[in-house]
């Protein structure tokens, strides 16, 4: 990267401090701090809840996952919309009018002490590692491709975000949120016209959108009827609906930032915009994915995006083998190529898999050669376009989108760790008395806490790919469950605080039973918790009363 | 006589058109989808 890329970067991350420092000059109370003082307008309020979703990894795995299988990830977003009109019609006046700081506060109005402090710790638990890995993810990918050590990496990225979380709070966030977000759309824009342009150099896009299909990256649609299927029409439809109803109306990441909004339309306004603009925005990046196939369709690929062992291998015993897959790889990109040009359907599909079979052999040649089993290559693909095609000061843009990703995902989550364990713990079961100044300092305290507490986790968590692959799989465990509790507290009038305690342990011990014995997909998880939270709930407080 | 304000944080009016705008882009979008997976297979 030249310097003027690495003075982009700093002078971007010096200005989300800056301006989220200032940003605490309006949070000298606590509801300034964790709500804004439910100030805040629909626009800034929906982009702040879009941008905790983009996570770095979002930006990096999400288009390498479409330039290896296409666009059909976006099927994971389409229970999404009709779950924030679901939520628009019920938990966003509940929750406005209740003037809760968090969710789970109004758990223990609706039932005891005992479901509000199970689902508030559930969530604790679960965000707390989570938020580790949100660092630690995209940590693992920058320090690869700009030669960092993790640890810096993971200072760099959490350090800032820390400092205007805990300083300038839910209002820093909202705001930095609403830059990053700015920063993410013009760097994938600009992205994705250098990409269109490196490919109609060569062929038309209309040819170039031929040969996409014919790969089956255009197939976005899977309308099978298999629960073993991740990402189906009705997986995405119907798990995705229960996954978007728990993520956006009981966690309180997301809860704390439409309680932030000036009123009830204007908290709805904020989760509509994503009920609009989710899924086009997911299309851009799967779309900026497959226009990066294309791009090295035509445009030389590296064998592997991950050039983490090159020297390693280079130097070693395999070096030999490695050299001659190289050449044979060289080899088959022309034969791609020009089939591609000459738009020879299945000479180009033949040269396609014959490299993807090399590619195969190489990863395996890396992990033999180095005993690294969890070698991934797939998160690398876009890094590298961006950092070896770009030209200057966009790769600095991009590198600068990539980190705004990692902390605009993460500072949210702070923040509601931070809110959830002082309204739900520190004030509710230890110091209930104190005067405001005193809790707006222990807020601060505990956001730096949580900060200091995720920087270590994820430090140790970036050294241990398979628990990042654990904490990402189980960490939506709860989801379902705590849905349940929710359903059961709203929109039933029977349930009992005994019924809904004993339907969350019951739907958790299914969830888990059932994701550890059985093949179904993670995202009918969320349907089965939720439904067996109710029926248990309700049966519990029929004989319960 | 005048009657209180409302509180404008209680504000609170119907939005049926907006949902309904919401589910007819969700289902052209997927049959859009579905349609371009058609034509480029």
């Avoid at chain 1, 925005?281 to 779309?287: A, E, K, M, N, Y």
């Avoid at chain 1, 040269?351 to 890396?366: G, H, N, P, S, T």
């Avoid at chain 1, 299914?510 to 059985?518: K, N």
């Amino acid at each position: 990267m030249s310097w003027i890329d690495w003075a982009i970067v700093v002078a971007y991350l010096l200005w989300i401090v800056i301006d989220g420092i200032r940003r605490s000059k309006n949070t000298n109370k606590v509801e300034g701090y964790f709500l804004a003082n439910r100030s805040l307008p629909w626009w800034a309020v929906g982009l702040s809840v879009m941008a905790t979703q983009i996570s770095a990894i979002t930006l990096v795995g999400t288009t390498g996952q479409a330039y290896a299988t296409g666009l059909r990830f976006v099927q994971f977003y389409f229970g999404l919309p009709i779950a924030m009109v679901i939520l628009s019609l019920t938990v966003v006046p509940f929750f406005t009018r209740a003037r809760v700081y968090t969710a789970y506060e109004y758990l223990e109005r609706r039932f005891d002490v005992r479901t509000r402090t199970a689902t508030s710790l559930l969530f604790l638990v679960g965000r707390a590692f989570s938020l580790g890995v949100t660092l630690a993810a995209p940590a693992v990918v920058i320090s690869a491709i700009l030669g960092w050590s993790i640890p810096t990496t993971v200072l760099l990225l959490s350090v800032p975000m820390v400092i205007y979380t805990s300083f300038g709070g839910v209002q820093a966030v909202a705001w930095t949120d609403v830059k990053q977000m700015a920063i993410i759309v013009i760097g994938l824009f600009a992205a994705i016209g250098i990409l269109i342009f490196g490919i109609t150099r060569d062929v038309g896009f209309a040819q170039a959108l031929r040969l996409a299909g014919a790969t089956g990256r255009m197939q976005a649609i899977d309308t099978r009827v298999d629960l073993t299927q991740t990402y189906t029409l009705w997986s995405g439809l119907l798990g995705g609906l229960f996954l978007s109803l728990s993520y956006f109306g009981c966690d309180q990441s997301q809860v704390q930032r439409y309680l932030t909004a000036k009123s009830i339309d204007e908290a709805r306004h904020s989760l509509l915009l994503s009920a609009f603009v989710k899924i086009p925005f997911q299309l851009l990046i799967l779309g900026a994915g497959v226009l990066t196939f294309l791009f090295y369709v035509f445009q030389t690929p590296p064998m592997l995006f991950n050039r983490a062992y090159d020297a390693q291998i280079a130097g070693g015993p395999h070096a030999a083998e490695y050299a001659a897959l190289q050449h044979e790889f060289d080899a088959g990109v022309a034969v791609r190529r020009q089939a591609g040009i000459d738009e020879n359907r299945e000479q180009f599909l033949a040269a396609d898999r014959k490299l993807q079979d090399i590619r195969a052999r190489a990863v395996a040649v890396v992990k033999e050669a180095t005993g690294d089993e969890r070698y991934n290559d797939v998160n690398y693909v876009f890094p590298t376009f961006i950092t070896t095609r770009l030209p200057v000061g966009l790769v600095g843009l991009m590198i600068a989108a990539i980190f705004g990703a990692a902390m605009s995902a993460s500072s949210g989550e702070l923040s509601a760790l931070s809110s959830a364990t002082i309204i739900d713990f520190y004030r509710r079961h230890f110091v209930k008395n104190a005067d405001d100044a005193h809790y707006l300092r222990v807020s601060k305290i505990a956001t730096l806490g949580w900060g200091l507490f995720a920087c270590v986790v994820s430090i140790y968590a970036a050294n241990q790919g398979s628990l990042i692959e654990v904490v990402n799989r189980y960490g939506s465990f709860f989801y379902g469950s705590i849905l349940g509790v929710f359903i059961l507290a709203i929109l039933t009038k029977r349930a009992t605080g005994t019924g809904a305690f004993w339907g969350l342990v019951a739907g958790m011990v299914v969830v888990l039973t059932v994701a550890f014995t059985t093949p179904i997909a993670f995202l009918w998880h969320n349907l089965i918790g939720a439904v067996v939270v109710v029926v248990v709930g309700l049966a519990i407080s029929t004989y319960s009363r | 006589m005048i009657s209180p304000p409302q509180d404008d944080h209680e504000r609170d009016t119907p939005m049926t058109g907006t949902y309904v705008a919401v589910v007819i882009l969700e289902a052209t979008i997927i049959a859009l989808l579905y349609v371009l997976g058609r034509i480029y297979s």
